[in-house]
């Protein structure tokens, strides 16, 4: 009889036990499928058993519970030290002495929430799990019967054992909850914010066959941070004229208690939403006073205006631009018209490797098409010569064309990806964008050498241009001097090259008046707010310790409040003038210029918030486009499904 037994008296190496161990020892393996490979001695059992010596020499495995010794088995298997725990009875004590972890709420960085965990107190608390799987659902667009798949909940068992199933009725209404919740939060925000700019656009769901409207806000926070919310999503039932527009947008504001705080509206250039922000003009000036009398309130949508300037110098060369567009088409089809391409550019020895397939309803990625076709415009001709096939190969004339287009196009691409930011100030970068488009159009126009269609497509530009900056744009141009990089300076440089010497004179002066009619409404509302006597009332409630001690500090206190609210000589706007332009040299958008007038509010109290109001305006409604960016991901096949009320609530989460 083999000396080592088990505490049972089973002997460790009866077949009998051995044929069970090894049953154990397979499904064991089986059900390790998804865990890393085990080295020597990695089991938890190992924790409970040390090696200890016998006085015959052989080593066994001591239980640190009951002090049970076991066979140490050459295959390490750890079979028999698992059973011996199940019945260890100072094992089992201590287990059920042990407490659960508290985990502490996790900071995953600014951009996340604050994370609660659903453990607190040894107790699990499914409602927060809920909470979670909601704003899962919500930041990814998942569907609500997800919570619902087999496979959903087999993951959630096996990491939370006390894990329910939910519905996907429930967990709507926790999305709903969800909801709630954010815009309450975003309501309290809102209350502290003076002054907010929206944009608004619309969109025409493909699968469900109706248009939504959605409303962007945007303003500076506290912490002077440029911040943008999607505050409504809502379904826009027809006919879509500008009066259901304006009553569809003033709903919205008025839901979100923010219909006096509007400063400007941001809209693409569509005759409806003229009529729109005109009918929502007369509705604000009789609740309140409109800033300049609402000549800026209006803004339209700047990338708009390039995109319309674009595409009619575009239609000038459609043919070469189908051409190519077929080009690239019929290359991509296959491997094989792939490999010869490839096989004829490695030929050429060209660096380049990629073509582009234009998007024809976004001119600039028609540009990217351009730019990068250019490069293969030798490898064309000799894809021509082996693919018979192929039968809308440019000639030598066209790449001249496409050539001299892309050095236009050049321009209004750069202007397009620096205004078309929405986490950065824009309202004081474009008036420089527009003075650059000014000067090349007017260059290409006058010059005798360029070709005919070359002039032909300009002057649609021109026309275009003329249309909507011909005037001068205030916004723009009271955006640029805010930015401490340009003050006066950028009109003064700007305007004689924009506009003929008598209007440049005339349009400076205009800006100027304008400027300072801003001011003094701002000047206005400082004094008439209460803003020095609110900060006198809690100066004196935080010392009134120093003042009952110290009289003749609070006699000097009263003194200089007397003094110092008679206002200067010379106001905020003219020091800000007067002084020298913020040298800096880096590019257009490195440089905060919010971030400046953080630095120098107590310099300019009044001014900075005039500042931080104007920085705040998006000059294009990229900001709001961008919401149904995704395609048909925002109302795909299974939210087309959804009440247009849920998809609203959704997407605003989002």
Same mark, same amino acid.
Request: aromatic letters at 8%.
């Given at each position: 009889?083999d000396p ?5 008296g089973?002997?460790?190496t009866?077949p009998?036990?051995?044929?069970? &161990?090894?049953?154990e020892?397979?499904e064991?393996e089986g059900s390790?499928h ?12 190992w ?9 015959d020499?052989?080593i066994?495995?001591?239980c640190?519970r009951?002090?049970s ?13 698992k059973?011996?725990?199940k019945?260890?009875l100072p094992?089992i004590l201590h287990?059920k %002495?042990?407490?659960?972890?508290t985990l502490?709420? #996790?900071?995953?960085?600014?951009? &996340?929430?604050h994370?609660t965990p659903a453990l607190t107190?040894? !107790?699990f608390d ?6 979670s799987?909601a704003?899962?659902?919500l930041?990814h667009?998942?569907?609500?019967t =997800?919570?619902?798949?087999?496979g ?12 329910e199933?939910?519905?996907?009725i429930s967990i709507?209404k926790?999305?709903v909850a969800?909801?709630?919740i954010?815009k309450?939060?975003?309501?309290d925000?809102?209350?502290s914010i003076s002054?907010?700019?929206?944009t608004?656009?619309?969109w ?5 066959k =109706? ?20 505050l409504s999503?809502?379904h826009?039932?027809p006919?879509?004229r500008?009066?259901?527009i304006?009553?569809?947008?003033y ?6 208690? =923010?219909e006096k ?9 569509a005759?409806?939403n ?6 929502l003009s007369?509705?604000?000036s009789?609740i309140?006073?409109?800033?300049c009398g609402g000549?800026m ?13 674009v %595409? ?5 060369i459609?043919y070469i631009i ?5 080009t690239v088409?019929?290359i991509?089809q296959?491997e ?7 096989e004829?550019?490695q030929q ?13 309803? @976004?001119w ?11 490069k293969?415009?030798d490898?064309f001709?000799m894809l021509?010569?082996r693919?018979?096939r /192929?039968?809308?190969c ?6 001249l064309?496409?050539?001299?287009v892309?050095?236009i196009l050049?321009v209004?691409?750069s202007?397009?990806n #620096?205004?078309s930011?929405?986490?950065y100030?824009?309202s004081n ?5 527009v003075y650059r488009i000014?000067?090349?159009?007017d260059?290409k126009?006058?010059?005798p050498?360029?070709e005919e269609?070359?002039?032909d497509m300009?002057?649609c530009m021109k026309q275009?241009?003329?249309?909507y900056?011909?005037?001068?744009n205030?916004m ?9 990089r ?12 924009? /506009?003929?010497?008598n209007e440049a004179?005339k349009?400076?002066?205009k800006v100027? !008046?304008?400027l300072?009619?801003l001011?003094e409404?701002y000047?206005?509302?400082?004094y008439s707010s209460?803003e020095?006597?609110?900060g006198?009332?809690? %100066? %004196? ?7 009952t001690s110290?009289s003749?500090?609070s006699?000097?206190d ?7 609210n008679?206002q ?5 706007l003219?020091? /800000?003038?007067e002084?020298?332009? /913020?040298i800096?040299?880096?590019?257009p958008?490195p440089?905060?210029a919010?971030q400046?007038?953080?630095s120098?509010?107590? !310099?300019?109290?009044i001014?900075?918030?005039?500042a931080?109001d104007?920085l ?10 961008a919401?149904f960016?995704a ?6 096949t299974? @939210?087309?499904?959804l009440? &247009?009320?849920t998809?609203?609530?959704?997407q605003? !989460?989002?």
């Amino acid at each position: 009889m083999d000396p080592v037994t088990s505490p049972e008296g089973s002997s460790a190496t009866n077949p009998q036990q051995h044929n069970t &161990s090894t049953a154990e020892e397979h499904e064991e393996e089986g059900s390790s499928h998804f865990q890393r490979k085990k080295r020597a001695k990695t089991s938890a059992v190992w924790d409970d058993f040390k090696e200890v010596t016998m006085p015959d020499k052989t080593i066994k495995l001591e239980c640190v519970r009951c002090k049970s010794k076991l066979a140490l088995l050459a295959s390490k298997s750890t079979s028999h030290l698992k059973r011996h725990l199940k019945s260890c009875l100072p094992k089992i004590l201590h287990d059920k %002495q042990q407490q659960k972890i508290t985990l502490q709420p #996790i900071d995953l960085g600014s951009n &996340s929430q604050h994370v609660t965990p659903a453990l607190t107190d040894g !107790k699990f608390d499914m409602m927060k799990m809920r909470e979670s799987v909601a704003h899962w659902i919500l930041m990814h667009e998942h569907p609500f019967t =997800i919570v619902e798949e087999e496979g959903f909940n087999m993951m959630q068992r096996r990491g939370m054992l006390e894990w329910e199933s939910v519905s996907r009725i429930s967990i709507k209404k926790d999305c709903v909850a969800v909801y709630d919740i954010e815009k309450k939060k975003l309501k309290d925000l809102l209350r502290s914010i003076s002054k907010i700019s929206v944009t608004t656009d619309m969109w025409k769901s493909t699968n469900q066959k =109706i248009e939504y409207m959605v409303l962007t806000g945007h303003f500076v926070d506290s912490n002077w941070h440029l911040q943008k919310r999607v505050l409504s999503f809502v379904h826009l039932p027809p006919p879509h004229r500008g009066v259901e527009i304006a009553d569809t947008l003033y709903k919205c504001l008025k839901d979100w208690d =923010i219909e006096k705080k509007v400063f400007t509206i941001s809209v693409d250039n569509a005759s409806n939403n003229d009529a729109a922000v005109r009918i929502l003009s007369e509705t604000f000036s009789r609740i309140k006073k409109l800033p300049c009398g609402g000549k800026m309130f209006h803004v339209r949508c700047c990338a708009h205006i390039l995109n319309l300037m674009v %595409q009619d110098g575009l239609s000038r060369i459609a043919y070469i631009i189908e051409d190519i567009h077929d080009t690239v088409t019929f290359i991509n089809q296959n491997e094989a018209r792939l490999k010869l391409f490839s096989e004829i550019v490695q030929q050429l020895q060209l660096p380049h490797r990629k073509l582009i397939l234009e998007c024809k309803t @976004r001119w600039n990625s028609t540009y990217q098409m351009l730019s990068a076709a250019i490069k293969f415009k030798d490898v064309f001709p000799m894809l021509k010569e082996r693919e018979p096939r /192929y039968l809308s190969c440019p000639n030598g004339e066209d790449w001249l064309k496409v050539e001299k287009v892309c050095e236009i196009l050049e321009v209004f691409n750069s202007a397009t990806n #620096i205004i078309s930011g929405s986490e950065y100030p824009t309202s004081n970068l474009f008036l420089n964008e527009v003075y650059r488009i000014k000067v090349l159009l007017d260059k290409k126009f006058q010059d005798p050498n360029e070709e005919e269609f070359i002039h032909d497509m300009v002057w649609c530009m021109k026309q275009k241009f003329d249309k909507y900056w011909g005037e001068c744009n205030l916004m723009m141009s009271i955006g640029a001097i805010l930015d401490p990089r340009c003050k006066m300076r950028v009109i003064d440089f700007c305007f004689p090259r924009m /506009y003929h010497e008598n209007e440049a004179r005339k349009n400076i002066d205009k800006v100027k !008046k304008a400027l300072y009619d801003l001011y003094e409404e701002y000047v206005n509302e400082y004094y008439s707010s209460g803003e020095e006597g609110n900060g006198e009332n809690i %100066q %004196q409630q935080n010392n009134v310790n120093i003042q009952t001690s110290c009289s003749g500090w609070s006699e000097f206190d009263q003194f200089v409040r007397t003094v110092e609210n008679i206002q200067p000589l010379k106001s905020e706007l003219d020091n /800000y003038l007067e002084e020298g332009c /913020y040298i800096c040299d880096s590019g257009p958008t490195p440089f905060d210029a919010l971030q400046w007038w953080r630095s120098n509010s107590l !310099k300019y109290r009044i001014l900075s918030h005039m500042a931080r109001d104007i920085l705040a305006i998006p000059i294009t409604t990229v900001a709001s486009e961008a919401t149904f960016s995704a395609g048909s991901r925002v109302i795909d096949t299974y @939210r087309a499904s959804l009440a &247009s009320e849920t998809n609203e609530d959704t997407q605003n !989460k989002g």
